[in-house]
T-cell receptor, first 111, second 114 residues
Framework: LAKTTQPISMDSYEGQEVNITCSHN???????ITWYQQFPSQGPRFIIQGYKTKVTNEVASLFIPADRKSSTLSLPRVSLSDTAVYYC????????????FGTGTSLTVIP | ETGVTQTPRHLVMGMTNKKSLKCEQH?????MYWYKQSAKKPLELMFV???????ENNSVPSRFSPECPNSSHLFLHLHTLQPEDSALYLC?????????????FGPGTRLTVT
């Protein structure tokens, strides 16, 4: 099982850029890196996915170094509504690891 | 209706009751999942169905019984539950193919066992 490690919690002020780093030292060659966001009493919502280098969409950016042993989710100019738990998962169809959510990072955005 | 739907949204049941949770996906996906999320705990994968076949049972007690009659519907049959089974039960679906691991989650069923 590709274990991931994230900070338990983070605080940020509104308007700042937030970077959440996830460590996955034993990531396999075929594993992809996927991030989800979860609000209280709701199901997680897909944010972004990548394999290597940088991926950007309308919500976030994902930075993956060449060794792929870590990844950083970047949220530009956060607002209060970005307060949520963010999960990093690694896996692929063969390993099935993409189904395993860790404790995630609880982000609190402060006015 | 689009996305993943779950019914009921809230359920209160006694330990001797039998009830079922229903999940339906309208996304054309070929895999469906049940997760359990207890208060202040990570999501726990319970069951995985791939093309209607159960491919994973994550050591779930037999008082939880899944059923997947087709690739769009997933049920979780509950009987003789314990109070510690009170949790948010989430259904998800995805399209299992190389390079795409995005799961779509339903709103969940908040279950309370009394």
């Amino acid at each position: 099982l590709a274990k991931t490690t994230q900070p338990i919690s983070m605080d940020s002020y509104e308007g700042q850029e937030v970077n959440i780093t996830c460590s996955h030292n034993n990531i396999a060659t075929n594993d992809y890196i996927t991030w989800y966001q979860q609000f209280p009493s709701q199901g997680p919502r897909f944010i972004i996915q990548g394999y290597k280098t940088k991926v950007t969409n309308e919500v976030a950016s994902l930075f993956i170094p060449a060794d792929r042993k870590s990844s950083t989710l970047s949220l530009p100019r956060v607002s209060l509504s970005d307060t949520a738990v963010y999960y990093c998962l690694v896996g692929d169809d063969n390993t099935g690891n993409q189904f395993y959510f860790g404790t995630g990072t609880s982000l609190t955005v402060i006015p | 209706e689009t996305g993943v739907t779950q019914t009921p949204r809230h359920l209160v049941m006694g330990m001797t009751n039998k009830k079922s949770l229903k999940c339906e996906q309208h996304l054309g996906h070929n895999a469906m999942y049940w997760y359990k999320q207890s208060a202040k705990k990570p999501l726990e994968l319970m069951f995985v169905y791939n093309f209607k076949e159960q491919t994973e049972n994550n050591s779930v007690p037999s008082r939880f019984s899944p059923e997947c009659p087709n690739s769009s519907h997933l049920f979780l049959h509950l009987h003789t539950l314990q109070p510690e089974d009170s949790a948010l039960y989430l259904c998800a679906s995805s399209h299992l193919r190389q390079g795409t691991y995005e799961q779509y989650f339903g709103p969940g069923t908040r279950l309370t066992v009394t």
